[in-house]
């Protein structure tokens, strides 16, 4: 890919540097405290209708949380990270329980470039924020390229869906509950997100998500944080 100067840099760190090896080890020991992986895989299996012949891009894989669980599921897929420390972890994860249909691909959604055959399916969970709003659209316009004509963009993140004047409340409330379920050390994991990282509200990725190219079949609200968009290119 030709870079143009004027290109966002993607592999620099946002918030949390997840370049280092030992905060990717933390952030792999707590988010499984708290998220149910095997549960999440399926949930996006049966929402996004994968099949066993499939190939999947998950752009922001991390440590695993859904390709992991998903390898035996579809026939390939393709783990994206802007963290090469963040992929070799997988790797090493991955190979230690015998998955050979994985492609570890170093990049994200401004640089990765997918060169095969599009895909069925484009999996991104708790990645996108990475991302300033003129950036967003940029990639998820990236992404729509990368699929086959009909196929399905299943797209988690962190979303505001509060009134902009409930904020202070609403962070505060957001930081406490997560020290409550996860633990103290967690705090400042959320605070560093709310200050150095780019979630938006929802109403935003709504208008980006259509002007990239997709129809949104469903919109799921688990909070007033946490938004899943099921999405088809059209």
């Not at 066993?52 to 440590?63: F, N, R, S, V």
Request: charged share 25%; hydrophobic share 40%; proline share 3%.
């Amino acid at each position: 890919m030709n870079i143009p100067e004027w290109y966002r840099d993607e592999n620099l760190p946002t918030g949390v540097d997840y370049t280092d090896i030992t905060q990717v080890e933390v952030y792999d020991r707590r988010h499984q405290r708290f998220r149910d992986y095997g549960a999440f895989a399926n949930h996006v299996i049966e929402a996004a209708g994968i099949q066993p012949d499939h190939t999947l891009i998950d752009l922001g894989a991390g440590t695993g949380a859904f390709v992991l669980q998903a390898a035996s599921r579809c026939r390939m897929i393709y783990a994206v990270d802007v963290s090469k420390t963040m992929l070799a972890f997988l790797r090493q994860k991955a190979d230690l329980r015998g998955i050979d249909n994985v492609v570890y691909c170093h990049g994200g959604f401004l640089t990765y470039d997918h060169t095969t055959a599009p895909v069925d399916a484009v999996i991104s969970s708790a990645a996108l924020h990475h991302l300033p709003d003129f950036w967003k659209l940029v990639g998820l316009r990236r992404v729509a390229q990368m699929l086959k004509p009909g196929g399905r963009l299943y797209l988690m993140d962190v979303i505001f869906s509060f009134k902009p004047e409930e904020l202070h409340e609403q962070v505060e409330g957001w930081i406490d509950g997560f020290v409550k379920t996860v633990g103290e050390e967690f705090r400042e994991e959320v605070v560093t997100h709310v200050r150095d990282e780019f979630s938006t509200f929802d109403w935003v990725m709504e208008g980006f998500l259509e002007r990239a190219g997709f129809r949104i079949d469903s919109i799921t609200a688990s909070d007033t944080f946490t938004s899943t968009y099921l999405c088809t290119k059209v």
